[in-house]
T-cell receptor, first 111, second 111 residues
């Protein structure tokens, strides 16, 4: 079964501390992985996707196929990073291309 | 920038009413989606459409229907609103092999 698991509902860190939001997935094939972010009272927006291998707002995520994980990391958290983060996957072609979301992790960065 | 516009930001409806949620995208995308977003449950796919007059059920279609008469517009219909349909509803459109663009959401309260 296709599934995305984000084990933490809430993650609270202090400003300047490293942050890691965990994401594990289950998929029979080679999915594409995404991280989406939703800031307070804003729309859900794409943060990064694994195939682009880029760093956005200091965040990076590496796809580990052996551990079926796609954890989101940032070495030094900022208060403006406080938001809801969703990990998502999609396959390729037809309905396989639909996004499947995890339940989300709320990141709170304290001053 | 792709724009996905949801006609209402907040709606309050009575139990048993027929409710229409409208979504319009301006980039000629073929694929459109309706999700509901609930705390602790993440985003769950209600319906999606790959083309005009085409629709497919998502994971939680019960109590909902959709209409896609024009490529740019995808409507979600609650045939007889119930209190358990109180939620945030998100519309999205997609370019093939790219991420989704989301609307700002409609927060529906059924009383």
């Amino acid at each position: 079964a296709q599934r995305v698991t984000q084990p933490e509902k809430l993650l609270s860190v202090f400003k300047g501390a490293p942050v890691e939001l965990k994401c594990n997935y289950s998929y029979s094939g080679s999915p594409e992985l995404f991280w989406y972010v939703q800031y307070s009272r804003q729309r859900l927006q794409l943060l990064l996707r694994h195939i682009s291998r880029e760093s956005i707002k200091g965040f990076t995520a590496d796809l580990n196929k052996g551990e079926t994980s796609f954890h989101l990391k940032k070495p030094f958290a900022q208060e403006e990073d406080s938001a809801m983060y969703y990990c998502a996957l999609s396959g390729y072609g037809g309905s396989q291309g639909n996004l499947i979301f995890g339940k989300g992790t709320k990141l709170s960065v304290k001053p | 920038d792709v724009k996905v516009t949801q006609s209402s930001r907040y709606l309050v409806k009575r139990t048993g009413e027929k409710v229409f949620l409208e979504c319009v995208q301006d980039m000629d995308h073929e694929n459109m989606f309706w999700y509901r977003q609930d705390p602790g449950l993440g985003l769950r796919l209600i319906y999606f459409s790959y083309d005009v007059k085409m629709k497919e059920k998502g994971d939680i279609p019960e109590g909902y229907s959709v209409s896609r008469e024009k490529k740019e517009r995808f409507s979600l219909i609650l045939e007889s609103a119930s209190t358990n349909q109180t939620s945030m509803y998100l519309c999205a459109s997609r370019v093939i092999n790219y991420g989704y663009t989301f609307g700002s959401g409609t927060r529906l309260t059924v009383v």
